[in-house]
């Protein structure tokens, strides 16, 4: 195999944003070797595969659309001696999105270019996407997480380290989970009560894959919460609300029973992959701890390992019109900080 200057890679596989298809063959130029005449550059730019954001794609290095063109990356940090598949990904949303490398038997690398507008080149350092190449060592999986700008094509480069030992490969493409926040918290004595959770990543995300954890300290009691399967929130700051009651007002709430007691007086919410393991605190994403009586009385039951500095949020003083709102993002697990919220009239 031999670095070849400037070089579009014999198959692009496109994905857009609001989709990852199953993979489609495009047409291989006869001077594949060397530099794309821009006729054959059109041609495979035009093939475009549209399936929904969150689709697992799985094929091989081996299958048709795979080149062993490129030794080397100047994104990547280490050479890439075996066979590489291109994907190319459409924006159509900002917001960070995350892709995710896993299933091979042979040492893979996963590395994110953008498109500066002529094409994809091995040898363009401005095609680098800071921070966004996953290159560990061995069978250990790789994962990207980028900030996505809507209208950008970008390029998701599967490339074999050290070898020409072919492998399937699962790439996975959607709204990175760590990226999901609660938002809002509202139920203060009379106003209804709900939590707020929002997506600001480019890609619709399933909210299964998170579970609420409620603090009713008061009442001695824990509730937690996983919503229904596939129940998506849409991205770039779409939002789902979890609600008190049997029923609901809108398509983008879900109705739980209690959620906060029969008051707003002390406790805490906690957004989590998976189950809220409150012996270990990697599982928590997000956390809002609040107490109407501050200095005295029980403080909430934070997860071991789970800290709110300096203290629980004031509630005492809301009114029946307000909610606690996130207004900063200084704080991150496992260290969440009382300046993130503030004390705002309640969204409708």
Excluded: K
């Excluded at 697992?56 to 299958?63: D, F, G, K, L, Y």
């Excluded at 809507?150 to 996975?172: C, E, H, I, K, M």
């Excluded at 009586?293 to 307000?322: C, M, W």
């Amino acid at each position: 195999m031999r670095s070849c200057g400037l070089v579009l890679l014999s198959l692009i596989v496109t994905l857009a944003l609001t989709g990852c298809p199953s993979p489609t063959d495009a047409p291989v130029p006869d001077d594949s070797q060397g530099a794309v005449d821009p006729d054959d550059q059109a041609e495979l730019l035009s093939v475009v595969a549209s399936s929904p954001c969150g689709a697992i794609i799985e094929r091989s290095t081996a299958a048709t659309g795979s080149s062993d063109l490129i030794d080397s990356w100047d994104c990547s940090a280490f050479p890439t001696i075996g066979r590489e598949t291109v994907f190319e990904f459409d924006a159509l949303q900002s917001g960070p999105v995350a892709a995710s490398l896993d299933q091979f038997t042979t040492d893979l690398d996963l590395l994110v270019l953008v498109d500066t507008g002529s094409g994809l080149a091995h040898d363009d350092p401005a095609m680098c996407v800071p921070g966004a190449a996953s290159q560990n060592a061995n069978l250990m999986p790789e994962r990207v997480v980028w900030e996505a700008v809507a209208g950008t094509t970008y390029y998701l480069v599967v490339d074999t380290f050290g070898s020409d030992d072919a492998t399937d490969f699962r790439l996975s493409i959607g709204a990175p989970a760590e990226r999901i926040y609660i938002n809002e918290v509202g139920g203060v004595s009379g106003a209804d009560e709900f939590v707020e959770i929002t997506n600001p990543g480019g890609c619709e995300f399933d909210l299964s894959e998170l579970e609420l954890r409620i603090d009713l300290e008061l009442e001695s009691e824990l509730v937690y919460f996983s919503a229904p399967d596939e129940w998506l929130i849409d991205p770039s700051g779409g939002m789902v609300r979890v609600v008190e009651g049997t029923t609901t007002d809108a398509p983008n709430e879900i109705a739980v029973g209690r959620i906060l007691g029969s008051t707003f007086q002390v406790g805490g919410v906690g957004l989590c992959v998976g189950s809220c393991d409150d012996s270990d605190s990697s599982t928590f994403i997000d956390y809002v701890a609040y107490d109407d009586n501050p200095g005295s009385g029980p403080d909430p039951r934070t997860p071991t390992g789970i800290s709110f500095a300096p203290a629980p949020v004031d509630s005492s003083g809301l009114a029946d019109t307000e909610s606690l709102n996130r207004v900063g993002f200084t704080g991150s697990s496992p260290t969440f900080r009382a300046a993130d919220w503030s004390a705002q009239t309640a969204t409708p």
